[in-house]
């Protein structure tokens, strides 16, 4: 890599993936009038593409006066490409499949009460394409069949309802962008550094373009009893039959939602389809998936997953109960952990910042750990409990800088280091830590997951 | 009379607006029906704290121990002390605890972890929880007197209640006054978005947007050791082709230069046009059976979990179609160690699958 890095631009490998003697040979043989030959050749390259595409040749210009990229023309720009509905639901490029949701090895025993992580690394925008969503699964997921899904309303109510999904689709929509983050997004790092790239330190966190029907709309159709009606019970219909309290407060704002879509379609069997819940700025576990039945009552209901989980231990031996807030975070993603930078001179610093409270206001930037900051720019418009991207230019001279990013939300908070966080919270809450990240360039350009005193 | 004026008014508005814009339930006509009584009953089962909710019943000690033995043990070990699982149930709290209603071991840093028992506040909680989603692969598939039971069996692993007690919804208020953590909640935060809990405290840290100068020189304090370098697999693989930046090679040390030809890196990358052979296709179809029966629940590819591993099985039982199918239908227990196997429902069909496919070899 030093060799990469040290001698310039990155280029590919001539022709993309066939050698110069290959072209030469494909040419001679064209000439002869063998076409399978030449099919088979390219397909041959094709398959195994994406090998030198990683390459990191670092030759100037070449010999014979010019790129043989440029010199040469592709066969994709001499010949007949695919036709339309080749696929019927298009797929990623063959050269992205290192782009992929993971499970973070060793963090859970089965797959069915599990988390995978998105990969924040490789994502632009705010937008999270819906089959890279993180994640989280209490007792495995399923795929339902809308014709057969319900959702009853019932509880402090004039009416028991029930609902069918065509029904749902039938009432007035809304279509929100909204982040929804795991609770115990970066648990892992509470103490120490734990797990190398910010996938898993901080993959746990999505933002989709939610459509569905405000909650408020299907309380009112039932009767509900809005005043004595402080809490609302939401329950799923997997066979965990997650149960979460959510505020009536929150409900009566008019943001929290039934959601069937995510980024222009139904949601994805993972994300609940056909009916999951939607309550911004609060932490996953309460999004209750494949949504069956919504309780209206008067006291909490204290759920396996408000009592026994995502309860945050303080340093006195109390748990704090119905922590529910994301609390203002940000995070660099690129450059992250596990990157390389591949040499000195400019680059674009870019990562993501949310806050459960409102909208971003504000992400400033250091690469000396801390210690001086610049303002990002971010990019607009910027939504309420949304993901914001922002971005910051950066000349990279070579020496080891600590990237760090902190966000400020339209509270007027401004996401707190480890030091102060663990002040107040010790090092064994596991959820919610929205401290500062870290990210060491060293002189290699190999970037690392630290934490700084 | 009242009747129709209403629906001379309603035709009014109609004739106006041209929408149907009447308040409350005709403001969305022909949307949603009222819920019958059985319906509700189907499927409203959440039990609260203060045991709104719980059905009348109960179940002993005694029969809890064998419903445990039969259908939790395995995954929660005998004593609900199992950590291989899931997180241990059971331990980590005492006779005082009982008495003072916190879990005194909560507050020692050095305790290394933290048991469902040393936690949870409410006993409505447990009794709720066992009801709606245990066992793990049969959800809901227990009676009311056996979820009395199994709760009161693991009330019992705590020193809560004694050997001969009988958990009933007569008592469960009484039990929940010997809760070991009942005093450990509090909701005197600023995380829950709502009054509802009187409190609307202020965030608990106020750091402040200063740009210059603001701390000495960093000093790295945590990172990772070189031994988990790849503990996450290769890092190469794990990162776009193209772009400013690409994946560490964590195979190799840092700072070694990788092979210039053909990096490690680069096989994954390449798999995503990977034929499916006809002995793929095979194995790929055990492997949708093995989850769809919830095998994998107890078994994993290569690592053991409550069961052996699916390669160990292979490596054991080689060419064993007809023993592995029964094994897979019947269950047992010695073969692999003390916890046994249930039997399990599934048709033959399917037993035969999943068995040919471990006893060729378990590929994937």
Known sequence: MQDALSSGRIRKAPENFLNKDGIKTVVAEAKNGRRDFIRNAFAAAAAGAAVPAALAQGNPVPTEGGDPNILNLPEHSKGLGQGVATEGYGKPSQYEANVQRRQSPGLTQTTQASVSFAPLQSLFGIITPSGLHFERHHQGWWDIDPSKHRLMINGMVKTNKVFTMDEIMRLPSVSRIHFIECGANTAVEWGNVAVPTVQYTHGMVSCSEFTGVPLITLLELAGADLKNGKFVLAEGADGSSMTRTIPMELIKSGEVFVAYGQNGEMLRPEQGYPLRLIVPGVQGVSWVKYLRRIEVGDKPYAAKDEAVHYIDLMPNGLHRQYTNIQECKSVVTTPSGGQVLLDKGFYNITGLAWSGRGKVKRVDVSVDGGRNWRTARLEGPVQNKALTRFNIDWVWDGKPAIIQSRAMDDTGYVQPTYKQLRAVRGTRSIYHNNAIQSWLVQESGEVKNVQVS | ?364
């Open chain 2, 1 to 364: 009379m009242f009747r129709f004026r209403k629906a001379v008014l309603t035709a009014a508005l109609l004739a106006v607006a041209g929408w149907a814009s009447a308040q409350g339930v005709t403001k969305f006509p022909g949307i949603g029906r009222e819920a019958t009584p059985k319906e509700v009953a189907a499927w409203d089962i959440d039990v609260r704290p203060d045991f709104k909710g719980l059905p009348a019943g109960s179940g002993s000690v005694a029969k809890g121990q064998d419903v445990w033995e039969g259908k939790c043990a395995h995954c929660h070990g005998i004593f609900g002390e199992s950590g291989e699982v899931f997180s241990p149930l059971v331990g980590g709290t005492t006779a005082e605890d009982i008495k003072t209603g916190r879990v005194a071991n909560l507050q020692r840093t050095d305790y290394p972890g933290r048991t469902t028992l040393m936690k949870v506040a409410t006993v409505s909680t447990l009794w709720d929880y066992i009801n709606r989603a245990m066992p793990w692969t049969a959800p809901k598939s227990l009676t009311t007197e056996e979820v009395y039971a199994v709760t009161a069996f693991l009330l019992n692993l705590g020193g809560i209640v004694p050997d001969n007690f009988v958990l009933s919804d007569k008592n469960i208020a009484e039990v929940q006054k010997r809760m070991p953590n009942r005093n450990g909640m509090t909701t005197d935060h600023a995380m829950w978005p709502g009054k509802e809990f009187g409190k609307g405290a202020k965030p608990d840290t106020k750091n402040v947007a200063c740009m210059k100068d603001c701390v000495p020189e960093a000093k790295v304090a945590s990172f990772l050791p070189d031994y988990a370098r790849n503990a996450h697999g290769n890092l190469a693989e794990q990162n776009r082709l193209v772009g400013a930046q690409r994946g560490a090679d964590t195979t190799r040390p840092e700072g070694t230069a990788p092979a210039t030809s053909a990096p490690a890196a680069a096989p994954a990358a390449a798999k995503p046009a990977a034929k499916a052979d006809s002995a793929g296709a095979d194995n790929k179809a055990a492997m949708a059976l093995t989850q769809k029966h919830s095998c994998t629940a107890c078994h994993a590819m290569s690592n053991k979990l409550v069961g052996p591993s699916f390669q160990e099985i292979a490596k054991k039982h080689a060419g064993k179609v007809d023993y592995l199918a029964g094994k897979i239908k019947a269950g047992g227990s010695g073969v692999w160690g003390p916890v046994p196997m249930p039997a399990q429902s599934l048709s033959d069909a399917d037993a035969k699958t999943i068995a040919v496919w471990l006893s060729s070899g378990a590929g994937k």
